[in-house]
T-cell receptor
Framework: DGGITQSPKYLFRKEGQNVTLSCEQN?????MYWYRQDPGQGLRLIYY???????QKGDIAEGYSVSREKKESFPLTVTSAQKNPTAFYLC???????????????FGAGSRLTVL | DAKTTQPPSMDCAEGRAANLPCNHS???????VYWYRQIHSQGPQYIIH???NNETNEMASLIITEDRKSSTLILPHATLRDTAVYYC?????????FGAGTRLTVKP
């Protein structure tokens, strides 16, 4: 089945440690996105990538980094500079970026990060 | 900031139609309206989208007003499994912004 796989589902980290969340898609989608969700809140965009080797900051990029070396992969690193990293992280993809037409997002199941 | 306004919560009786409103008064002519839903601790699920015309699929119907400033998502026969947070979003030029959505509770 085509879809998006996020791993790990749950992750614990100590303060001061970097952690990388994996996001892989086999939908042959060009665009990929990372969102953060805090309890009772909507989704906030961290980073997005419309094409391999290119990505743009979203609303809350500080303390995060990404790479897009392959079309199917868009890992997110939560660095020690992120002051409140405990959250639910969601990865998504779409056939195309924002250039034109409809842009339906397919989401992964999410990764829950807890900083101890 | 989200470009849409939704009520924070709604209740619906099981088997009845659930009508979820959304205001998007600043929508541009080429912007689509999308609806997603999120069941607790899962990734959001796409439901339906539209530009000008009303749309229907196996999950729901989308009614968009003629001036496109508001829309309504209709779940024709709500079940307990439809309890979720429903997000109405309008495509922005460089991102897809999700607000807090409407928490729909379907009651027996």
């Amino acid at each position: 089945d085509g879809g998006i796989t996020q791993s790990p589902k749950y992750l614990f980290r100590k303060e001061g440690q970097n952690v990388t969340l994996s996001c892989e898609q086999n939908l042959n989608h060009d665009a990929m996105y990372w969102y953060r969700q805090d309890p009772g809140q909507g989704l906030r965009l961290i980073y997005y990538s419309q094409i391999v080797n290119d990505f743009q900051k979203g609303d809350i990029a500080e303390g995060y980094s990404v790479s897009r070396e392959k079309k199917e992969s868009f890992p997110l690193t939560v660095t020690s500079a992120q002051k409140n990293p405990t959250a639910f992280y969601l990865c998504a993809s779409s056939e195309q970026g924002f250039s034109s037409g409809a842009n339906v997002l397919t989401f992964g199941a999410g990764s829950r990060l807890t900083v101890l | 900031d989200a470009k849409t306004t939704q009520p924070p919560s709604m209740d619906c009786a099981e088997g009845r139609a659930a009508n979820l409103p959304c205001n998007h008064s600043t929508i541009s002519g080429n912007e689509y309206v999308y609806w997603y839903r999120q069941i607790h601790s899962q990734g959001p699920q796409y439901i339906i989208h539209g530009l000008k015309n009303n749309e229907t699929n196996e999950m729901a119907s989308l009614i968009i007003t003629e001036d496109r400033k508001s829309s309504t998502l209709i779940l024709p026969h709500a079940t307990l499994r439809d309890t979720a947070v429903y997000y109405c979003i309008v495509r922005v030029s460089d991102d897809m912004r999700f607000g807090a959505g409407t928490r729909l509770t379907v009651k027996p």
